[in-house]
């Protein structure tokens, strides 16, 4: 795989959060590796809350709410960083 799949492989999940960014998104990644770090956390944390919701007993886990709240955390964190580097998320 290229290095530019890779990169938009890890951010396929905020390119689709901040489609509105995604030149700064990109750029990003191929210059930061600590926003690539939180690029890759956020996209764990939505599929794992995906295979959590798509469980018959989705309304009893409590990691449904957990993922919720680091999903909640990663997107600000990622709004920061895109807001420090001019483009706003």
Avoid: H
Wanted: net charge negative; charged share 35%; glycine share 6%.
């Amino acid at each position: 795989m290229a290095k530019a799949d890779v990169a938009d492989a890890r951010l396929a999940q905020a390119l689709e959060r901040f489609p509105e960014a995604a030149a700064t998104l990109r750029r990003l990644a191929g210059s930061n590796p600590d926003f690539c770090e939180i690029c890759e956390e956020y996209a764990l944390a939505r599929q794992s809350l995906a295979v959590f919701e798509a469980r018959p007993d989705a309304a009893e886990r409590p990691e449904i709410g957990d993922y919720r709240t680091v999903i909640a955390e990663l997107e600000g964190e990622i709004d920061r960083i895109l807001k420090e580097a001019g483009q706003d998320g």
